[in-house]
């Protein structure tokens, strides 16, 4: 098995493939083409989990930085910023800036920050990339200093080019809630090129990938015969919590996550735990290390969730899946309960959401999405709901 690190730095040995490297030099190119002009200029880079889309920014920017910090260049003394809004993946970032000639920990800034500051200085960059975008909240927040209504909108005002990462099947909170038809009409009178990433990079089996794909629209389909990836149902959390273990002694990066439908109980030791069947172990905690969740030792004995595995790999990943996905055996279907969700800085209200019950089921059907796709070369799940956990167990024995 090949070394992997759950981050999206590549090893000094490896290197982006053919089409990851034409992808660049498309962001660069739109970047200098559209840096003259009067209006400000969007690329939307889409792809799904496990696409690439990280690696490619992260090559993107650090090429256009070299440049930019180079005389006689198309980017020379250029003003440009990478945002992203999420701790764990800045501290990767920012950790990529320790390992970079070109890069600065001051390239790296979360969203509102970056707002806020530009504003005041009434100062405005040149090219902004924006990782994640679909983290970009679409309506304002208060207690996270941020005052207006829309982030991309406001990150518009103060760029000149922004290259922007979205992925509509990773919206996680009704904050950050985007629909396809909303990002189309923001960017409606803006120059814009959109490039989608089609190739799966991370899990090792297509056929893996279309029926996870299959049963986040809830359809349970045949278990697939893989070559290059293990895929596996368990009857109780203890078992597949003692396989997590084993596989992470064998080859590293393999974790327990669930999705975040587990009540957040606060006991004598202050840990809110997850139960599955036999097993009780506690939820991940705040990481104020300047290392990933999954690349802690430690974490092992820790439930992960999509706040601290979004954006990141494991070689092999358990999933516990809560109470609010369920399975209906009377039309065949997989459904969610978002009544059952614990998540509830997910659910905070808003009105200028048509259909509150059809974004909720959203939210938690991406982070099933999420979780499911985390792993290079092995799933394994348990689900709490007792009937689709049987009828998960009773595709151990057919075939496509």
């Given at each position: 098995?090949?070394?992997?690190?759950?981050?999206?730095?590549?090893?000094?040995?490896?290197?982006?493939?053919?089409?990851?490297?034409?992808?660049?030099?498309?962001?660069?190119?739109?970047?200098?083409?559209?840096?003259?002009?009067?209006?400000?200029?969007?690329?939307?880079?889409?792809?799904?989990?496990?696409?690439?889309?990280?690696?490619?920014?992260?090559?993107?920017?650090?090429?256009?930085?070299?440049?930019?910090?180079?005389?006689?260049?198309?980017?020379?003394?250029?003003?440009?910023?990478?945002?992203?809004?999420?701790?764990?993946?800045l501290k990767i970032y920012?950790?990529?800036?320790?390992?970079?000639?070109?890069?600065?920990?001051?390239?790296?800034?979360?969203?509102?920050?970056?707002?806020?500051?530009?504003?005041?200085?009434?100062?405005?960059?040149?090219?902004?990339?924006?990782?994640?975008?679909?983290?970009?909240?679409?309506?304002?927040?208060?207690?996270?200093?941020?005052?207006?209504?829309?982030?991309?909108?406001?990150?518009?005002?103060?760029?000149?080019?922004?290259i922007l990462v979205f992925?509509?099947?990773?919206?996680?909170?009704?904050?950050?809630?985007?629909?396809?038809?909303?990002?189309?009409?923001?960017?409606?009178?803006?120059?814009?090129?959109?490039?989608?990433?089609?190739?799966?990079?991370?899990?090792?089996?297509?056929?893996?990938?279309?029926?996870?794909?299959?049963?986040?629209?809830?359809?349970?389909?045949?278990?697939?015969?893989?070559?290059?990836?293990?895929?596996?149902?368990?009857?109780?959390?203890?078992?597949?919590?003692?396989?997590?273990?084993?596989?992470?002694?064998?080859?590293?990066?393999?974790?327990?996550?669930?999705?975040?439908?587990?009540?957040?109980?606060?006991?004598?030791?202050?840990?809110?735990?997850?139960?599955?069947?036999?097993?009780?172990?506690?939820?991940?905690?705040?990481?104020?290390?300047?290392?990933?969740?999954?690349?802690?030792?430690?974490?092992?004995?820790?439930?992960?969730s999509i706040y601290t595995?979004?954006?990141?790999?494991?070689?092999?990943?358990?999933?516990?899946?809560?109470?609010?996905?369920?399975?209906?055996?009377?039309?065949?279907?997989?459904?969610?309960?978002?009544?059952?969700?614990?998540?509830?800085?997910?659910?905070?209200?808003?009105?200028?959401?048509?259909?509150?019950?059809?974004?909720?089921?959203?939210?938690?059907?991406?982070?099933?999405?999420?979780?499911?796709?985390?792993?290079?070369?092995?799933?394994?799940?348990?689900?709490?709901?007792?009937?689709?956990?049987?009828?998960?167990?009773?595709?151990?024995?057919?075939?496509?």
């Open positions: 098995m090949e070394t992997l690190t759950s981050s999206f730095i590549l090893p000094k040995t490896a290197k982006l493939d053919d089409n990851q490297q034409n992808v660049v030099r498309k962001i660069l190119d739109f970047s200098a083409t559209n840096i003259p002009c009067d209006k400000t200029a969007v690329f939307v880079l889409s792809g799904e989990a496990g696409a690439g889309k990280s690696i490619v920014l992260a090559s993107a920017f650090e090429k256009l930085q070299k440049l930019s910090r180079q005389p006689n260049t198309a980017f020379s003394g250029f003003d440009n910023k990478l945002l992203v809004n999420h701790n764990e993946m920012k950790e990529l800036a320790q390992q970079s000639t070109y890069l600065y920990k001051k390239d790296f800034m979360k969203p509102t920050p970056f707002i806020n500051h530009y504003q005041k200085e009434h100062k405005k960059a040149e090219i902004i990339m924006i990782d994640e975008g679909h983290l970009l909240l679409s309506k304002s927040d208060p207690f996270n200093k941020f005052q207006q209504t829309n982030q991309l909108v406001e990150i518009m005002k103060l760029a000149k080019v922004v992925d509509f099947a990773q919206v996680i909170k009704l904050k950050s809630y985007w629909q396809p038809n909303w990002l189309k009409s923001l960017l409606k009178d803006y120059p814009t090129q959109y490039y989608y990433l089609d190739q799966q990079y991370r899990l090792q089996d297509a056929k893996v990938t279309d029926w996870i794909n299959a049963f986040v629209k809830g359809h349970l389909a045949p278990k697939p015969t893989t070559k290059n990836f293990e895929l596996e149902f368990f009857a109780d959390g203890l078992s597949l919590y003692e396989k997590i273990k084993t596989k992470n002694q064998q080859f590293g990066l393999s974790r327990l996550l669930a999705t975040t439908d587990f009540p957040f109980t606060v006991l004598d030791d202050k840990k809110w735990f997850v139960t599955a069947g036999n097993l009780k172990l506690p939820w991940d905690k705040l990481n104020f290390t300047d290392r990933p969740w999954a690349e802690r030792p430690e974490t092992i004995n820790e439930v992960g595995i979004q954006g990141f790999d494991l070689n092999y990943a358990g999933v516990i899946l809560g109470p609010s996905v369920k399975y209906d055996e009377a039309e065949e279907k997989i459904y969610i309960d978002s009544n059952l969700y614990e998540d509830h800085e997910a659910f905070k209200t808003r009105t200028d959401v048509a259909s509150l019950a059809k974004a909720k089921n959203e939210i938690v059907a991406n982070s099933i999405n999420i979780l499911f796709k985390r792993g290079k070369f092995g799933l394994y799940i348990y689900a709490t709901d007792a009937t689709l956990r049987k009828h998960l167990l009773a595709l151990k024995n057919t075939k496509i």
